[in-house]
């Protein structure tokens, strides 16, 4: 259900975001922001399925990893310290393999921008031939890239906010601390992943460009 409602939800942002941008011309006409929405528009319309796959791989991963430090952590400076030591293995796993997910989910976003700007090599060289400044067009593939982390890290978050509810409520039921604070850092460390893969997929997309 996750994973088709948003693959939904990506085809409706697909074709409402671009047309509400062109309903402001003066906005819209300006450099290479019609080259820029474009793309995007053809990149999420083409791998919503794989959008919608990685949102639900950043879900998973994020809360995996709190509930892991919940039932682990959080228990230790509970009233519950024998049961911390009961669920240990099954929190290592939760930590590992939620740490496994953001890291798959972001490599993966980081693939299919590199091999898009693979495909968009014509569309850069025909740019060039028309005397767009190379900056410009770095400005554009920085663009792309980072609408196409932030829309499904964004949509992850959405997605987190029932599953940190269960496990907040589950923390108060077996008197865990520290939830806020492992739900804080999770996010956080979510966003420091993705910004590296982001900021190294603009750098590796950039070196491809024969202008």
Not at 20 to 27: K, N, V
Not at 38 to 67: D, W
Not at 72 to 80: E, I, K, W
Not at 154 to 174: K, N, Q, R
């Amino acid at each position: 259900m996750a994973l088709g409602g948003t693959y939904f939800a990506f085809r409706v942002l697909a074709a409402r975001i671009p047309a509400r941008l062109r309903a402001t011309p003066a906005r819209y006409f300006r450099g290479l922001v019609p080259f820029t929405v474009r793309q995007v528009e053809a990149r999420i319309e083409s791998g919503c399925a794989a959008l919608a796959a990685t949102c639900v791989l950043l879900a998973a991963g994020m809360c995996m990893i709190v509930a892991g430090l919940v039932f682990s952590v959080g228990l230790r400076a509970g009233d519950l310290l024998q049961d911390a030591w009961a669920l240990a293995p099954l929190a290592y796993a939760c930590v590992f393999y939620g740490a496994t997910f953001l890291v798959a989910a972001a490599a993966v976003l980081a693939l299919q921008q590199l091999s898009q700007a693979s495909d968009a090599q014509a569309a850069y060289r025909a740019l060039g031939r028309l005397g767009v400044d190379r900056c410009d067009i770095c400005g554009s593939i920085r663009a792309q890239v980072a609408a196409s982390f932030i829309t499904p890290a964004a949509m992850a978050c959405l997605h987190c906010v029932f599953g940190f509810a269960l496990i907040g409520l589950l923390s108060i039921m077996f008197a865990s601390e520290g939830f806020l604070l492992f739900a804080g850092a999770t996010v956080a460390l979510t966003v420091a992943v993705l910004a590296a893969y982001g900021a190294a997929t603009c750098k590796a997309s950039e070196r491809t460009l024969p202008v």
